[in-house]
């Protein structure tokens, strides 16, 4: 399915954008817009995250609503237009259709007996939300949708902030928010309810107390994962580059951690925003990352995301007869990676922190994993570096002559990883 960014725009009523290029005539039909070309007031223009061009059509009372609270906006396949508003009428009328259809159908048609006495008595023990909340109100139940629930936590987060010393309160907000946002539709509601703004930014970009910088960006990550709409949202509120202001400032393992999946969501199949955030501070975050003191498995985690977004090129690359990779095309991710002296910076990450990845298989087993897809790209840097020769060989050697299977596997990944680096070795077998 397309990705695609739409911005609403809105010029004066009296008002007329001119351009000394021909006429742009709208239709209810998307139709690009020529370099300089002047549009009449009061469409409905959108950016092809996969194409690069702007498009325009004229504005339907849908696309006024979903402008509410934010100037960009995505949607995954198709927009909504009257052709397919008037495809959900007729699909209704079909199931209705169909419904009565049934009820006439011989009994052993389906093995079921039809009783309309039995079909009315279901009808009446189950009721709809509105009337479960009149019948339970004398018990004082009050039940709430997630957008209510949303909506109101968002007012509290308001009102608790104003007084610092109630920390218990807004990480209990946050871990509600990092519960219900993980659902798409909810996302998208608290974006709309301005949560961007009221709670995620003020926390992640203002507040100085890690926990709830941890917190927040852990919201963050919940909200952008898979989710196209919000990822566009995101990334308009420029959330990369205070994430990858985190990545090269701090020391903290849980921030670091949490920064990097939050930064992981937001640039995930959006090539789009990793051509934009990664050629200016992202591809420097991840690689200064790699050589912070810190946990290998942040650094692993890093190196895996970095990895992850060059397999994801090369997938969109090759399916390119299938769908529109014209954006993929412009990302020159494996340029910029050397520039900023990655290959050296592995290097130096693995070679110093032998011991600490004999200790930890399943760390040693993302590196090379990672290693493996980056080759390419550092061959000449690593085949020439005899400290990350020894390093490898000597973890392959150590789980070897282990008796622990998951060892053994790793150990035959680093061997076919070290045959690929030092083609020119005449016996890496034997090195200790």
């Given at each position: 399915m397309k990705l695609l960014i739409t911005a609403t725009i809105f010029c004066t009523l009296?008002?007329?954008?001119?351009?000394?290029?021909?006429?742009?005539?709208?239709?209810?039909?998307?139709?690009?817009?020529?370099?300089?070309?002047g549009i009449p007031a009061g469409l409905h223009v959108r950016m092809n995250l996969e194409t690069g061009k702007k498009e325009a059509k004229l504005l339907e009372e849908n696309d006024v609503k979903s402008s509410r609270t934010s100037s960009l906006s995505v949607a995954q396949g198709d927009t909504f237009d009257e052709e397919s508003y008037a495809a959900n009428k007729k699909k209704v009328k079909?199931?209705?259709?169909?419904?009565?259809a049934l009820k006439n159908l011989p009994e052993e048609a389906l093995g079921i007996e039809?009783?309309?006495e039995k079909f009315e008595k279901i009808k009446k023990d189950y009721k709809s939300y509105d009337e479960l909340k009149r019948s339970?109100?004398?018990?004082?139940?009050?039940?709430?949708?997630?957008?209510?629930?949303?909506?109101?936590?968002?007012?509290?987060?308001?009102?608790?902030?104003?007084?610092?010393?109630?920390?218990?309160?807004?990480?209990r907000i946050l871990d509600n928010f990092n519960y219900l946002v993980h659902q798409i539709d909810n996302a998208?509601?608290?974006?709309?309810?301005?949560?961007?703004?009221?709670?995620?930014?003020?926390?992640?970009?203002n507040n100085t107390n890690t926990a709830l910088r941890v917190q927040s960006m852990r919201v963050l990550g919940a909200l952008t994962q898979n989710n196209p709409k919000a990822q566009i949202s995101v990334y308009e509120k420029n959330?990369?580059?205070?994430?990858?202001?985190?990545?090269?400032?701090?020391?903290?393992?849980?921030?670091?951690?949490?920064?990097?999946?939050?930064?992981?969501?937001?640039?995930?199949?959006?090539?789009?925003a990793q051509k934009n955030i990664l050629s200016r501070s992202g591809v420097k975050s991840l690689i200064t990352v790699l050589s912070k003191d810190c946990e290998m498995k942040i650094k692993a985690k890093a190196l895996t995301l970095i990895s992850d977004l060059i397999v994801e090129k090369d997938l969109a690359v090759a399916n390119a007869a299938t769908q529109d990779a014209s954006q993929y095309y412009e990302l020159k991710f494996e340029e910029w990676l050397p520039a900023h002296e990655f290959c050296q910076t592995v290097d130096g990450a693995l070679s110093q922190k032998l011991y600490d990845l004999i200790e930890q298989p399943d760390i040693t087993e993302y590196f090379v994993q990672a290693l493996e897809i980056t080759a390419h790209i550092c061959q000449r840097v690593w085949s020439q570096s005899a400290q990350l020769r020894h390093t490898l060989l000597t973890i392959k050697n150590r789980f070897i002559h282990t008796n622990e299977e998951y060892r053994l596997e790793v150990a035959k990944l680093i061997e076919a990883l070290t045959r690929s680096l030092f083609r020119s070795t005449v016996d890496i077998k034997d090195e200790l």
């Open positions: 009296t008002s007329v954008c001119y351009s000394e290029n021909e006429t742009f005539i709208p239709t209810k039909e998307w139709q690009e817009i020529k370099p300089g070309q079909f199931n209705h259709k169909l419904s009565e039809f009783n309309a339970l109100k004398d018990l004082n139940m009050n039940f709430k949708s997630d957008a209510e629930i949303i909506s109101e936590l968002i007012r509290d987060f308001q009102n608790v902030t104003k007084d610092e010393t109630r920390f218990r309160d807004v990480v998208i509601w608290f974006i709309e309810e301005n949560g961007l703004d009221l709670v995620l930014l003020p926390n992640i970009v959330f990369g580059s205070y994430l990858s202001h985190i990545l090269i400032s701090s020391a903290s393992t849980d921030e670091l951690s949490t920064a990097l999946y939050a930064f992981g969501s937001l640039l995930r199949k959006f090539p789009h």
